[in-house]
């Protein structure tokens, strides 16, 4: 297949990303909207590394899969302690700097 068709479903996903971070309110459905994000870029990372014959973008992708994955754990560990003292995980009832 072409290098095209890879940067096409890329491109989607990362758009999929950004209309579920932008529209939903629902912090888990949230996180998993960011992790589409890094998922389309590691695709086109290795759709260039495949077409330009280098493993560097590849590499690349291993630092970006463990990035996500602390950002996994961090993320909803404080999606845990925000639902247990406000008891929702609706974005907008979520209120830090409000009394």
Do not use: C, H, P
Not at 59 to 76: D, P, Q, R, T, W
Request: negative net charge.
């Amino acid at each position: 297949m072409d290098l095209t068709w890879y940067l096409s479903l890329s491109a989607v996903l990362f758009t999929i990303g950004v209309l579920g971070v932008l529209l939903r309110r629902n912090v888990i459905v949230v996180f998993l909207s960011v992790e589409l994000m890094l998922n389309s870029v590691n695709l086109s990372l290795v759709a260039f590394s495949q077409a330009f014959g280098d493993v560097e973008g590849q590499i690349l992708v291993f630092f970006v899969i463990s990035v996500a994955a602390a950002e996994a754990a961090v993320g909803l560990a404080i999606v845990i302690a925000l639902f247990r003292n406000k008891l929702t995980i609706n974005v907008d009832e979520i209120r830090l700097f409000r009394g």
